[in-house]
C-alpha cells in the first residue's frame, strides 16, 4: 500500500468549492452536446452518424470494395471498435446490419451474405457468421475521399485519421433517411427517392429562388423501403416539408402480385363458387410482418372482427399475408378499413427535419433550406477538389519542365553526372533547376532516355495546362461550378432513373378515397336474439326469437320483468325511473344457458333506481317520456344513446318525482292518451307536447290529488283500446273520444266502462 509524505500535495486542496447544480449543469451541458453532435444527429452533407461513417470508412480501409470478396463481420466490427469508434461491439454490429438490409434502408449501403435479419423482425446472425462488403451506393458517397475533398481528423487515441464527413455526390440524407433521440432533441426523416432528390437540387441549381410548391411539384414525398402508400392529402405533406416537421399515414397495400393470372390491385384473389380472399402484399415501413399477424390473430380470436375467418402467412422472398373473410358476402373495403383502424397496416411516421449543418450545429429545416445548404456544401467539395488537383497539377508540372529541359540538354547533364562529385547543385546552378527538378533528373531510369518519352512529356505538358487553365476557369466562376455539379448529379441520376430496379419509385403518393364508414357495429355478425331481464335484474340473450310467454327459469325469488326480441347488431335503451337512460349493445349479452349476469355488473345504475323499461333502439324514432308528476315531453332516440357506463341523464326528475312512463311513438300516431290516479282520462293532440333532450317537460294532466298514472299514444282514427280482464284476453275499442279529448293540461273524465281498474292503459 503506497505511503504518503510531507512533500505529497494534500488531496483536499484540489477540491474546488462550487454550487451543486451550477456543476451538475456544466457537465450534463458537455454530455448533451456530445451526444447531439456526436451520437443521434446525421450531418447534412452526406447523412450519417458517426457510427456509420466509421463503419464505411473502416470497410474502404479494408478494402471491400463491391467487386472484391466478402470479408468476416466480426472483422470489420473489430476494426471500427478498436481504431474508430471506442464502443460496444453489439451497437456497431446492429448498425451495421441496418446499413445492410433492404427492408431498413431504401439503398443500402452494405452488402450482406448471411443471416441478416429479416421482415418479420428476427434478429441478424452473430457477426462470427456472417460476412459483408459496400455496395455500389456507398462508393458513391464515398467517391472523392482522395481527392483533398474533406478534412481527416486524428481518431480517438491518434493513431489513425479518418474523414470529418463523406464527400460523395449521393444525397444520403434524403435518400435513406434517418432517426434518432439527443438529448431535447430528436430527428426522423424518411427516406425518398434519389431521382426526385437529385431533380429538386438540380431546379435550385438552375433558380435559387425557386418556391417551396415548385420543389413539390418534383419532389413527391417519402419512398419507403417497404413500398405501401402515403394517403395524405398533398397540402399536408407540402406544408409539413415547408416547416420540416409533420407526419405521414401510412398503408400497407393490398395486392395479389401475380400479373397475368388475375392480378388485381384491389388484393382481391378470386376463388372459385364466388369465393375470395384478400391478399397483403406490402406492409407499412419499420412494421415487423410477424407483430401484424399477431395483432390480426389476436382481433380473430377475441372476437373483436368477427367478419374475419383467418389469416395465413405465404410469404417467400415475396411478402404474402392471406385474410379469408367469414362470408363471401362481407364487403371488402369493410374489411380493409377495419385492418387500417384496429391493426398497424395504418400508421403514421413522423418528419423532423433536424440535422447537423456545416458548423455541427442542429437546425431543423425545411426542404428548400435543407437542399439549399446542400448543394453550397457540394460546391464547396467541388472547389477543394479543384484547387487539390490545381496543387497536383503544379507539382506534376514542376517536374515535367525539368525533365523537358534534361532532354534539351542530355550530353551536358550526362556529362555532369559522369564529371561531377556532386552533381545536383551544378545542375541547379547551370540550368536553373529546383530541388525538386534536379532530384527527380538524377533518379530517372536510362530507359527513359528514349526520343518517344520526350514527346509523351511535351504532351503530358500541354494536357496539363489545358486542364490547370480550366480549374483556375472552374474557381474563378460561380457559373461553372454549378453547371459543373449539374453535369455531375445528371450522370449520378442515370444509376437510380426511374426505369432501374433500384431507382423505381416503391410508395404511392396517393390521397385517401372516400370509404365505406367504419363502424365496430358494421362487425358484428347479425343474428336474432330474445332479451330476457328478470325483476331482481338479471340479464341475458337466447339464440333466436322465443316465445315471449316461454317458460323462462329464473333463480329462487325472482321472476320475469322484460323479454323482447331484437338482433346481435342493435342497441338496447334500458330506461330507469331515476330519469336516466343506458345503452347495452345486444351482442354483449351473456348466454342464457345459465340465469345470465346482473345488469349492474354491465351499467353503473343507482342502487335505489328501478328499471322501468327496456327497449330496441331504432334511429330516428322518438319516445314519449312521463314523470310521476305529470309531466313529459318528446325525446328524439338518437340522443338516447349513452357512450359510457354512467348512462345519460334525460328526465330531471324533483325530489319525490319518478319518471313513469317510457313508449316508443309508432308511425302515424297524432294523440296522447293520459291517466291519473285519479283515475280522470284526458286525451290530447300529439302536436302540443314539444321536443326535448333534456328536462322535465311540460304539463299533460292536471290533478287536484295523486299523480300519472299512465299514457300512451294513439291515432284517432283507430281510437283507444285495451284489454279486458278475464280468460278470454278479448279487446275492447272506443273510438269516440270526443267527450274525453281536452287541452293539454286539461284534468279530463271517467275513462269508459270497462277501462282497466289497474288504470293501465
Request: glycine letters at 8%.
Amino acid at each position: 500500500m503506497p505511503t504518503t509524505t510531507q512533500d505529497d500535495p494534500d488531496p483536499f486542496d484540489a477540491i474546488v468549492d462550487a454550487p451543486f447544480d451550477a456543476a451538475l449543469s456544466e457537465r450534463y451541458l458537455v454530455y448533451a452536446l456530445s451526444t447531439i453532435t456526436a451520437r443521434s444527429l446525421p450531418d447534412l452533407r452526406d447523412g450519417l452518424k458517426p457510427v456509420h461513417r466509421r463503419l464505411l470508412w473502416a470497410m474502404r480501409q479494408l478494402k471491400l470494395n463491391p467487386t472484391d470478396a466478402f470479408k468476416k463481420s466480426a472483422r470489420v466490427v473489430g476494426d471500427v471498435i478498436g481504431k474508430y469508434h471506442p464502443h460496444g461491439d453489439q451497437s456497431v454490429y446492429d448498425a451495421m446490419v441496418r446499413l445492410a438490409q433492404d427492408f431498413s434502408l431504401r439503398y443500402p449501403l452494405v452488402e450482406g451474405q448471411g443471416n441478416f435479419g429479416n421482415i418479420d423482425g428476427d434478429n441478424a446472425a452473430a457477426y462470427r457468421y456472417t460476412e459483408a462488403r459496400l455496395t455500389k451506393t456507398a462508393i458513391h458517397l464515398m467517391a472523392g475521399l482522395e481527392e483533398g475533398t474533406v478534412t481527416f481528423h486524428p481518431t480517438y487515441n491518434g493513431e489513425e485519421e479518418e474523414p470529418e464527413i463523406f464527400p460523395g455526390l449521393f444525397p444520403n440524407l434524403l435518400a435513406n433517411g434517418s432517426s434518432g433521440i439527443a438529448v431535447g432533441m430528436a430527428t426522423s426523416i424518411p427516406s425518398h427517392n434519389v431521382a426526385e432528390v437529385i431533380d429538386a437540387a438540380l431546379l435550385l441549381i438552375d433558380n435559387p429562388l425557386a418556391e417551396h410548391r415548385e420543389l413539390m411539384q418534383i419532389f413527391r414525398g417519402p419512398d419507403f423501403a417497404t413500398g405501401g402508400f402515403v394517403v395524405d392529402s398533398p397540402h399536408s405533406i407540402s406544408a409539413a416539408y415547408e416547416s420540416g416537421r409533420g407526419s405521414f399515414r401510412m398503408r400497407g397495400r393490398f395486392s395479389t402480385g401475380r400479373e397475368g393470372e388475375g392480378w388485381e390491385q384491389t388484393g382481391i384473389e378470386k376463388l372459385g363458387g364466388g369465393q375470395w380472399q384478400l391478399v397483403i402484399s406490402e406492409i407499412p415501413y419499420m412494421l415487423p410482418k410477424a407483430k401484424l399477424i399477431e395483432q390480426i390473430a389476436v382481433l380473430i380470436g377475441d372476437r373483436k372482427l368477427p367478419i374475419l375467418e383467418d389469416v395465413r402467412d405465404e410469404s417467400d422472398e415475396a411478402l404474402r399475408i392471406v385474410l379469408v373473410p367469414k362470408s363471401r358476402n362481407i364487403d371488402p373495403e369493410l374489411l380493409k378499413e377495419s385492418l387500417y383502424r384496429l391493426t398497424d397496416l395504418e400508421s403514421r411516421f413522423s418528419l423532423n427535419l433536424n440535422v447537423l449543418e456545416a458548423s455541427h450545429t442542429p437546425m431543423v429545416m425545411g426542404l428548400r433550406e435543407l437542399l439549399t445548404h446542400w448543394i453550397a456544401s457540394q460546391i464547396d467539395i467541388l472547389k477543394r477538389r479543384a484547387q487539390h488537383r490545381l496543387e497536383k497539377i503544379a507539382a506534376r508540372l514542376e517536374l515535367v519542365e525539368g525533365y523537358i529541359i534534361a532532354y534539351l540538354n542530355l550530353d551536358r547533364i550526362i556529362e555532369i553526372i559522369r564529371t561531377e562529385d556532386e552533381p545536383k547543385p551544378v545542375m541547379m546552378a547551370e540550368f536553373g533547376l529546383t530541388d525538386r527538378q534536379a532530384e527527380a533528373i538524377l533518379n530517372m531510369r536510362l530507359r527513359s532516355l528514349r526520343r518517344l518519352e520526350e514527346m509523351e512529356l511535351r504532351k503530358e505538358r500541354e494536357d496539363l495546362l489545358a486542364e490547370q487553365d480550366d480549374l483556375e476557369k472552374l474557381l474563378a466562376s460561380p457559373a461553372r461550378q454549378k453547371s459543373r455539379l449539374r453535369k455531375d448529379l445528371t450522370t449520378l441520376r442515370k444509376d437510380y432513373a426511374e426505369n432501374t430496379v433500384l431507382g423505381r419509385r416503391r410508395t404511392t403518393i396517393a390521397e385517401a378515397a372516400a370509404t365505406v364508414e367504419f363502424s365496430m357495429d358494421a362487425m358484428i355478425e347479425k343474428a336474432p336474439v330474445t332479451v330476457i331481464l328478470s325483476a331482481k335484474g338479471w340479464v341475458r340473450g337466447a339464440s333466436g326469437h322465443l316465445a315471449l310467454d316461454g317458460d323462462f327459469k329464473f333463480k329462487d325469488g325472482d321472476g320475469p320483468a322484460f323479454a323482447l326480441h331484437a338482433q346481435t347488431t342493435d342497441k338496447l335503451l334500458i330506461a330507469c325511473d331515476n330519469g336516466r337512460f343506458y345503452t347495452l349493445s345486444a351482442d354483449k349479452l351473456p348466454s342464457a344457458r345459465g340465469f345470465g349476469e346482473p345488469l349492474r355488473s354491465m351499467l353503473d345504475i343507482e342502487t335505489e333506481a328501478q328499471i322501468l323499461s327496456v327497449l330496441v333502439f331504432r334511429a330516428g324514432a322518438k319516445l314519449l317520456l312521463a314523470s310521476s308528476a305529470g309531466k313529459g315531453f318528446l325525446a328524439p332516440a338518437d340522443d338516447l344513446v349513452a357512450e359510457t357506463r354512467k348512462g345519460r341523464a334525460v328526465m330531471t326528475c324533483k325530489p319525490g318525482v319518478t319518471m313513469k312512463v317510457v313508449r316508443e311513438v309508432s308511425q302515424g300516431h297524432d294523440q296522447v292518451a293520459v291517466i291519473g290516479d285519479n283515475r280522470k282520462l284526458a286525451v290530447f293532440s300529439l302536436s302540443e307536447i314539444p321536443e326535448m333532450t333534456k328536462g322535465q317537460g311540460v304539463t299533460l294532466q292536471r290533478y287536484r290529488d295523486g299523480g300519472l298514472s299512465d299514457a300512451k299514444t294513439l291515432r284517432l282514427e283507430d281510437g283507444l283500446s285495451w284489454t279486458m280482464g278475464g280468460e278470454t284476453g278479448r279487446t275492447r275499442t272506443e273510438t269516440d273520444l270526443l267527450m274525453w279529448r281536452v287541452a293539454r293540461g286539461g284534468a279530463g273524465r271517467l275513462p269508459p266502462t270497462g277501462f282497466p281498474k289497474d288504470n293501465r292503459f
